[in-house]
């Protein structure tokens, strides 16, 4: 069983910058497929950014030009570095991985193992 466990969330205010991070159980080439979701009380889980292998990170409309998705993959390790947070940013941050194929998903359905989140509050 793979295991992701998110750290680095924490309360910060409006325009400042965090860096969560996701440590895997197991290697990230085997894994592939690598993305950070969030979610708000209320609300679906979406997704903020996907890693997929080597490839050219994806992002999500409204974080893109302010987050960066980065893998260390000798410490098998994802992160997010945000910068310049707004409060729209407020969720808990969660990792989540599947061994994809040639192209990796974004929607929650298809991610097999998730960790157990990081809370990110961004005040005014």
């Known amino acids: 069983q793979v295991q992701l466990v998110e750290s680095g969330g924490a309360a910060v205010q409006s325009g400042g910058s965090l860096r969560l991070s996701c440590a895997a159980s197991?290697?990230?080439?085997?894994?592939?497929?690598m993305t950070w979701f969030r979610q708000t009380p209320g609300k679906a889980r979406e997704w903020v950014a996907l890693q997929q292998g080597d490839a050219w990170p994806s992002y999500a409309h409204p974080v893109k030009g302010r987050f960066t998705i980065s893998q260390d993959s000798a410490k098998n390790i994802l992160y997010l570095q945000m910068d310049s947070l707004k409060p729209e940013d407020t969720g808990m941050y969660y990792c989540?991985?599947?061994?994809?194929?040639?192209?990796?998903?974004?929607?929650?359905?298809?991610?097999?193992?998730w960790g157990q989140g990081t809370q990110v509050t961004v005040s005014s």
């Open positions: 989540a991985a599947y061994r994809g194929g040639a192209y990796c998903a974004v929607d929650v359905e298809s991610y097999t193992y």
């Open positions: 197991e290697s990230m080439y085997r894994l592939r497929c």
